[in-house]
């Protein structure tokens, strides 16, 4: 990716969907907003208004996997939506791994903190560690 580049990054769930933004200049992603699935259907109406705000030249999403490295049932499905992102927005759509995501969310924000909040930082987590390897 080209320095100065601004990107979304995904942390998609059945229930919720943690969203962070980041930058190629700086390297760095912030936690942004967590959105609500509706009807077991990601909330697309959210998603194109935060590309239409921010922007972004690519999204990342995260794609979780077993500490083996094979694939688990949450795979595909971030997997289908992150082929969703990218049919319906035209944007370049990378896929990062995303082991343990939002085990290091919960111990970065402490056990007590909504599901929400951690959602959202596992969505950095997972830009951040995307920025590093892009970089």
């Not at 190629?24 to 907003?33: E, Y």
């Not at 194109?48 to 972004?56: A, C, D, G, K």
Request: net charge negative; with cysteine; hydrophobic share 40%.
């Amino acid at each position: 990716m080209a320095i100065g580049q601004t990107v979304l990054g995904f942390d998609f769930g059945e229930k919720r969907t943690g969203v962070a933004v980041g930058q190629t200049l700086t390297g760095t992603a912030t936690a942004l907003t967590t959105l609500y699935s509706e009807g077991n259907k990601p909330d697309w109406r959210s998603i194109e208004n935060l590309i239409q705000e921010w922007q972004p030249d690519a999204l990342v999403v995260g794609i979780p996997l077993h500490m083996d490295g094979c694939e688990q049932a949450m795979t595909k499905k971030a997997r289908k939506f992150a082929r969703q992102l990218e049919g319906r927005f035209d944007l370049p759509v990378h896929e990062a791994e995303e082991r343990l995501s939002s085990l290091e969310a919960e111990q970065t924000l402490g056990k007590h903190t909504e599901k929400a909040a951690i959602d959202r930082e596992a969505a950095r987590i997972i830009l951040q560690s995307w920025l590093a390897s892009a970089s």
